[in-house]
């Protein structure tokens, strides 16, 4: 099927251009994302020299707006402005950000003037239909959410819940069975704005930052309620981000969840003194390093030698970006492979190669983690030269 017979979607997760050369971020990916019709990413940052450094914040992730131009011209056409660091440079950077992207053809949901602009969908018009993009975060500090007076972000939070797996004995400072209840009033707004969309649109994809970062495979029971519940309220796609990881992908009600989609070209230069510095994730004292090796293990944020951009565990090099194409046969959705290497511009490898290989076979060890049935048939088609995975549900 060619691309004038159906509607294409590509979604990558956390994306921010941070590096002396910035057009080069997407030099591998950006032909086959001019190619889809609707091309989408968590912006994980702020293009701003309006700064007024959040107090909540933790380590700001701002960058100079030159850097912003990569985003448009890499074929990213729609990006979500709800996630933990959009208004770490106050909210007057938030809106300069939300400026930016939208004066050069970008599209933004997730945040806004307002309460209500935060919670409007970006709407594209494709040949084939309109499709509308809601984004939220449920991962975020204190004071980020948008009010019906004030700037930030749509939120989707849930309260957090500690009880005891063994409820017959004592044994204190055993870690506890962790459970959520979602916030009445969020949900409630999630579904309103699910069901106005879908009046609006043809095809609804909801965007979540959510999840748990210092555990690969984990997925929350947060996470799950939300995507179904979005899916039920009518949305046809559910993208999640946040995790750094890669994560599993399940069908629910013939729809798919991408629970994680990790970070594609997220630059954090100098990482760790900005850590250092704001005595943040466990840079600090003896007591605080303690407690973050504890915390983070092996997947502890910090320094990587060769990779000055990207301060993660080495699986955080396995990526890739959804593929989602809409015809008259119906639904085709794939992921298509990609890795990172120390440049930190994100390179498509066909599953059947190595780096391919093991990119695929980390989708499954997540899917199989949280029993997710679903099954990935290894360069199956092709866009714009690049193999694609394909994905379907499992028995």
Known sequence: MSHTEELRIVAIGDAFVHREEPQEAFQHVSRAFRSADVAFANLEGVYSK???RAPSAGVPVIADPLHASSIASSGINVVS???NHSVDGGTLALLETRSLMQVSGVATAGAGEDSAAAHAPAVVDTDRGRVAVLAYASVFPHGYEA???APGLAALRAHTLYSPWETNEWNPGLMPRVSTVPDEGDMADLRED???ARERADLVIASF???DFTRPFVLTDHETRTARAAVDAGADVVLGHHHHLLRGIEFYRGKPIFYGLGHF????PGLEERLQKAAYLGRGDARLRRESARRFGEHRIGAREG???LPFHPDGRLTGFAVLSYGEGGLRTGFAPCVLGPDNSPRPVAAS???GKEVVDYLERACAFEELPTRFERDAFEIEGIAITAVTPGA
Request: hydrophobic content about 45%; proline content about 12%; glycine content about 8%.
């Open 81 to 83: 402005l709800a996630n």
């Open 50 to 52: 309006t700064l007024e």
């Open 209 to 211: 930052h959510w999840g």
């Open 147 to 149: 009010r019906p007076g």
């Open 353 to 355: 190669a190595p780096e």
């Open 265 to 268: 070209a997220f630059d954090l």
């Open 194 to 196: 699910v069901a106005k």
């Open 307 to 309: 990779y000055p951009l």
